[in-house]
Structures are given as C-alpha cells and as structure tokens.
C-alpha cells in the first residue's frame, strides 16, 4: 500500500480536522453534505465482525486515497475513529470523492446504520466535504 495517503494528526490535516490538539478558530469553515451511500467490500475485511460492536451511530469516518490499488485507480478506503479498516467508498460513488480528495479538500464520513445481511455487513454513511 505504497500509494496510501496517511493522515497525519499533527499535521496540517490533523489540526484543521480538530485532532491536531490545537484548538484554532475556523471563522468561514462549514461542513457540507455530499451523499448517502453504503460501505463497499465489508465482506473482505477481516475482523469486521468484532469492530461492528465498536461501531455506533454518529461515528466519524476518516477517507484515504489508495492511489495503487490494482482493481480501481480512484479508491478511497474508509477507516473507524480508531483506524479500523471498513472498507471503501463504491466504484459508483467515487470519482468526484477522489478528485476532490486529489486536490487537497477534508472529505470525511458519518456512520448512519449498520445492519447484518448474512455474511455481508450493511454500513450506511453520510459523506461530507469540510470547507
């Protein structure tokens, strides 16, 4: 996962997403919806079961780029607020995410509902834009 994008907490991401430890005013900063959608691939992630009982509403959702992923070049995978691998945003969904993830901009999650379907996790999400 050469390609990952990281996130650093204390850096510039870190402090502008309030987990910087530095509290700073953010006097024109909103946060703007974007979509609905459901988390892709949570049925090839190990351990997902265990996580789902961490997992409530409201949770935060942390997006990175995976720039080589072999099976789409514009993947975006989503972590918990404890760096647990979820899975990713769907191929569908994820070319105005990554390009705006691409040129710098904060793009996040919110866990809406979780619901078991046989072997396959349902995570619903809200993704957001903070401008």
């Given at each position: 996962?050469?390609?990952?994008i990281k996130s650093d907490p204390g850096g510039l ?119």
């Amino acid at each position: 996962m050469g390609g990952l994008i990281k996130s650093d907490p204390g850096g510039l991401i870190g402090v502008l997403s309030g987990k910087g430890g530095i509290d700073l005013p953010k006097p024109f900063s909103k946060e703007i919806f974007l979509i609905n959608t459901q988390i892709a691939c949570t049925s090839h992630v190990e351990g997902l079961d265990a996580l789902k009982e961490k997992l409530s509403k409201g949770t935060r959702l942390s997006f990175f780029r995976e720039l080589d992923n072999e099976y789409d070049k514009l993947a975006v995978l989503i972590k918990d607020d404890q760096g647990n691998k979820l899975g990713y945003v769907s191929k569908e969904k994820n070319e105005i995410i990554s390009r705006l993830m691409d040129a710098g901009k904060l793009i996040y999650g919110k866990l809406i509902e979780i619901e078991t379907k046989g072997k396959w996790l349902k995570i619903e999400i809200e993704v957001y834009l903070q401008d």
